[in-house]
C-alpha cells in the first residue's frame, strides 16, 4: 500500500471511529441516605440510563448505591431513577436480625422457609465493571441476598454451592472475572466461614466479596482466609491488650519487614500504620471497626496489619461484650 494510501485509510479508520465511539455524558442522581444522613450522588450514563428507562415497565430504572454509611462499613442503598434522573424511591438494605425461635417447650426450634419466600436483598453491582451474578440463600436468618440483579429466566444457574452445615446455599449464575475455577473455591470458603459467623452489618459481606474480587487471579491461601474470617468478624472483635513496649522500636531497623507483601493485603502505607498503633496506644479496649475509620478505603488492609500485629505479639484480639 502506498503512503498515499495508507494515510487515507487511516483518516477513514479514524472516522469511523470517532462516528461508532460512544461520549459518554454523566448525571448524578442525588439523594439522602436515610441511615447515615450523607447527601449522596449517583453517577450515571445518561445515554445508557435512557435506555434502560425505554425498556422499564415502569419508567424506572434500579441501582444500588454503595457507599460509606455508619461506621465507615459499606451500605446499600437501592435507588429506583426516572429518565431525568430523579430518585423516585430508595430502600436501605440490611440483614434481617438472628432471631432464635422457640417452642413452647422451651426447646429451639428450626423452622425453614421455602427459598422462594425468603426477603431478598439486591445488589445490583459490587465493583464496576466487574460481573458477579449469584444468590445467596441464608436459611439461618431466612435470608436470600441477590447480587448482580439475578432474573431467574435470562440467567441461568451455573454451579449450586452448599456450605459445609448446610445453612447457606450459593447459586452462581455467571461471571465474568478470569478465572472462574479460582472463584468458585473463593465462593465456599466464604458460605463456609459466614455459615459459622452469620454478621450482623449487610456491609461485611460485601467487604468480603470485594476481597474476593480483588484476589481472584490466585486460590485463597491461609492468610486470605484470616482476613475473610476478621472481615465477617469485625463488628464483635476489639483489641483487648497491647504490648505498649514494642510499639516504639517497631518500625526502626527491620521491624518494619513484618508489613512487607509483593501483592494483596499489606499495602497499607507505614503512615496509615503508624496511626493505627498509635490509636491502639491511647485506647488499647475498643472495637476493630474503630480503627477503620483511620483510613475505610483500605478497609482490608487494615484487616491484614492487625492479623500481623497479633502474630507478632503486639496487640490481642478477643470478641466485644
Not at 498515499?4 to 469511523?16: A, G, Q, S
Not at 507505614?270 to 490509636?279: A, C, F, Q
Not at 500485629?309 to 484480639?317: F, H, P, S, T, V
Request: charged share 25%; aromatic share 6%.
Amino acid at each position: 500500500m502506498a503512503r498515499n494510501e495508507y494515510n487515507e485509510f487511516l483518516f477513514e479508520e479514524f472516522n469511523t471511529f470517532c462516528n461508532n465511539r460512544h461520549t459518554v455524558s454523566i448525571g448524578m442522581a442525588k439523594y439522602l441516605c436515610p441511615t447515615c444522613r450523607k447527601q449522596l450522588a449517583h453517577p450515571l450514563d445518561i445515554q445508557k440510563h435512557k435506555e434502560l428507562v425505554s425498556k422499564s415497565k415502569n419508567g424506572l430504572v434500579l441501582y444500588s448505591d454503595i457507599h460509606r454509611c455508619v461506621n465507615e462499613i459499606l451500605g446499600v442503598c437501592n435507588i429506583r431513577v426516572d429518565n431525568d434522573l430523579n430518585v423516585r424511591g430508595f430502600e436501605y438494605i440490611k440483614l434481617p436480625s438472628l432471631q432464635n425461635r422457640v417452642s413452647k417447650l422451651g426447646i429451639l426450634v428450626a423452622t425453614r422457609k421455602a427459598r422462594s419466600d425468603y426477603p431478598e436483598g439486591i445488589v445490583t453491582n459490587i465493583v464496576d465493571g466487574v460481573r458477579l451474578k449469584l444468590i445467596m440463600s441464608m436459611k439461618k436468618i431466612d435470608f436470600r441476598l441477590n447480587v448482580g440483579n439475578v432474573n431467574s429466566l435470562h440467567d441461568p444457574v451455573i454451579d449450586l454451592l452448599h456450605s459445609t452445615n448446610g445453612d447457606i446455599d450459593l447459586y452462581l449464575c455467571g461471571s465474568n472475572l478470569p478465572s472462574y475455577d479460582n472463584l468458585k473455591v473463593w465462593l465456599q470458603v466464604i458460605i463456609d466461614l459466614l455459615d459459622g459467623t452469620q454478621p450482623c452489618i449487610l456491609g461485611l459481606i460485601l467487604e468480603s466479596f470485594k476481597y474476593i474480587i480483588e484476589n481472584n487471579d490466585h486460590l485463597p491461601q491461609q492468610k486470605d482466609v484470616q482476613i475473610l474470617r476478621m472481615i465477617l468478624d469485625s463488628y464483635f472483635t476489639c483489641i483487648e491488650d497491647i504490648n505498649q513496649g514494642v510499639v516504639s522500636s517497631l518500625f526502626k531497623g527491620g521491624g518494619r519487614s513484618i508489613f512487607k507483601s509483593k501483592k494483596g493485603s499489606g499495602k497499607t502505607e507505614l503512615s496509615t500504620i503508624i496511626k493505627i498503633t498509635d490509636e491502639i496506644v491511647k485506647e488499647p479496649n475498643q472495637p476493630i471497626l474503630n480503627l477503620i475509620k483511620i483510613n475505610p478505603e483500605h478497609f482490608m488492609d487494615i484487616i491484614a496489619t492487625l492479623i500481623k500485629l497479633e502474630e507478632a505479639g503486639i496487640i490481642r484480639m478477643e470478641g466485644c461484650e
